[in-house]
């Protein structure tokens, strides 16, 4: 008698439970989690012997795209020259950019494979922008400190905008150039700069 | 082995060129202690150590388009609030805004191109030819001989920088991977168990660290990207480095062109990773070149242990402080 009061008790909490919890959208894991799952699919990818480069590629493309937001990480790039940009000209940075990115980062990640990982903290850079830390052990017994920054998107996802390696920023990187091209140029000239890289990768 | 004596012949040519000078002071380490690779790979002689002159300054501040034209200013402070963020620099870690004059930037630039053509030209067919004969758990334990070697220099700069427990970490290090450690081919004393990482302190970092700024950016010849704090840190680091004392200097030469050869070999890609990646190659490795350097300055004695093991969600520990 009294275990079936329990039950039903029990019972009711728990639907009490699902209900609250379907109201509020699902919690976001956490960043420390959202960018391990992710680094860990990007990791089968390259480990997948059966799979050919270009299908790699493809592959990888796709998991860029969830992992980071290219609108957050070109914007940390260009800082205030962002502005500088009219609505049209953004529009064509942010698919060009991308291109520059997956060139460049998909041929050194391929070359990756049996690299460890370990995924050590999150430290907190603002509200809403966490910075997760992890090493990338090579084969060559080389510890490489690796960073990602995310932050939490509309939807609640973490999404990483920048990453430090071996204590250097991408974005901030980016930005010296950004800005020392615009100084000089418009940003038409700096469209055309990297079309033709694009074009000049590709060939 | 003909092909070696060829290779060891090729390189000790182009030294001969660059006997002189401090450029023998600063090896990068193979084996583990290199730093930012772009650099490093570049000069392949020793990045490492020479640092750039860092000033800091919000880069917005510094940058010459705002500061010149003051109409523009208001206009995109005007376009500012439109945004929801700023993208400004508020978030951004000071180590990371860092800019750094650059009134030779001509000479620099020609200086960079040299450098990238003896790296592309010369040193990377040498080190990929060397890499195809020695397998790389040799060329890693040649790497970790000469990093052994620098222990003097780490030792020293840690003392400098009153960092007593990094001092005694290489003074452990030293001995543990001289005797066990096979004369340094091994590393044993930085394995999981020991626990005891290479403290990379330079004299570069130890004037940073008492408050000199980079002052501006130079690109020696052979050396790479520098400063002149940091030139005068690797003339420094040069005298604590007991290979530094090779008699005849041909013999010097050899050994400091062999160990660029080495170094390389084990970093073929990472130039042309940064190369690749940049809108600009000259803008890019100087601003990693400077944003390296001055997290190396801030995080000094950071690094006496690993970072904590993989906890998953794990705490959050102070920014850029150790476990």
Redesign the interface.
Known sequence: MKGKTTMKRLVIALSLLLLVLGAVPVQAATPLETVRTEVNKVLEVLRNKSLKEEAKREKLRVLYNVMFDQEELSRWCLGRNWNKLSEAQRKEFLPLFQQVLEKTYGDRVLAYSDEKIHFDREVPIAKNRVEVQTRVVTTKSKEVPFNYRVFLDKSGTWKVYDVVVENVSLVMNYRSQFNEILAKNDPEELLSILRKKVKGQKT | MKFLSLVLALCASVLVGCAHGPQALSAPMP??E????STQAVASYSLEQHPASLQLAK??AA????AGKPEEKAE?KA??D??D?D??????PA???V?IADPWEPFNRAMFTFNDRLYFWVLKPVAEGYSAVVP?PAR?SVGNFFSNLRAPIRFANCLLQAQFIGAATELFRFMLNSTIGLAGLFDPAGGEEINLVRQDEDFGQTLGSYGTGQGFYIVWPLLGPSSPRDTVGMVGDFFSYPLSYLDPWYVWSGVRGYQAINDTS?QI?DYE?IK?????PY??V???YI??RQ??VE?RGATIR??????????????GIGP
């Open positions: 084996g583990g290199t730093p930012l690779p880069d917005e940058s010459p388009a705002t995109e376009e500012d439109e945004s963020f993208y400004g620099m508020e978030d951004v180590a990371e805004q800019t790389e890693v084990l890609g990773a690749e990646a940049a809108i600009d803008l890019s100087r601003n990693a944003q390296y997290k190396k995080e690993r970072p904590g093991p993989d906890i998953p969600g794990a705490g959050t520990p102070a920014r």
